[in-house]
């Protein structure tokens, strides 16, 4: 049976381009973002760069979740408890993301939204202030940089757990998640290779990931004061 379903098995286009790029690069850019946090002090600009960063992935990959190819669209791969417990019962068959994975996309996601979302607003009790600290009092902003600090944890937290189920898979059930992620194809017995997520796709999430990075450092903001300006006493 084993040798029928490999022979069955035939090489498919899973994971899109974007689906790929987004994935390693918002990688990157969290992990860059918790390594500048913990060291502080001068790499603080950097922290606040990564952090925009992830504000501008997070929002492709959403946008990308409704826009993208087949496998990387929402709809393919989030499900009700019914396919979580067919999986759990081995019954599930499918490409992608199967409905505990969607669990995790989703956990990462808004984790990770709610990370820089507080981040923004932060400060250092030092020298830093996140972009968007003038719209929110000193006591609300310190209130949101213990969330922000708290939250990091619980984003690795999670990390770890989405990384100990690759390692489960591949050396549990033989199933390579990373590969597909790196090459985009991947050998299956069912499914079809994805389709959709074209250039205007890409263009349109592209545009509205770097109009929320622009808001996000901001921009929208009035100007300060030039230095030295001084305020009439009338």
Known sequence: MAGESKAAARRIRVWDLPTRACHWALAASCIAAFATGLVGGRVMELHAKAGLAVVGLVVFRVVW???GSTYARFAAFVRGPAAVRAYLRGQWRGVGHNPLGAFSVLGLLALAAVQVGCGLFGNDDISFTGPLYPLVSKE????????????????LSLVVLHLAAIVYYVRVKGDNLVLPMLTGWKEAPDGESAKGGGVVAFIVAAVIALAAVWAASGQLLP??????????AW
């Open 223 to 232: 100007a300060p004061p030039p230095p030295g300006a001084e305020t009439p």
């Open 140 to 155: 609300t902003s310190d209130f949101l940089t213990g969330l922000h600090c708290q939250s990091a944890w619980l984003l």
């Open 65 to 67: 979740g409704f826009a």
